[in-house]
């Protein structure tokens, strides 16, 4: 609708990724699913990853990252 025609004429490339990123709601499920784990394991890491102040959950659908460097280091 508006927002969206907002966003692709006004918004640069950063704020449109980041926008897109930050309302892109994904259940453990879905996370699951597309990581090839099982629900459990997903929650177990998430709330392990914000028990050690690497990421925020706020809200069951939200995971804000805290620790950059850490989840890089994860990832490698």
Known sequence: TMKIVRELW???APERVANFLLGLPMS???IADYLGL???T????????ATV???ILPRSKT???RN???LKRLSA
């Open 28 to 30: 453990r499920e879905d």
């Open 10 to 12: 006004f918004e640069k």
């Open 68 to 70: 950059h460097e850490v």
């Open 38 to 40: 099982s629900t459990e």
């Open 53 to 55: 102040s690497v990421i």
């Open 63 to 65: 995971i804000i990252p």
């Open 42 to 49: 997903v929650s177990r890491m998430l709330t392990h990853l």
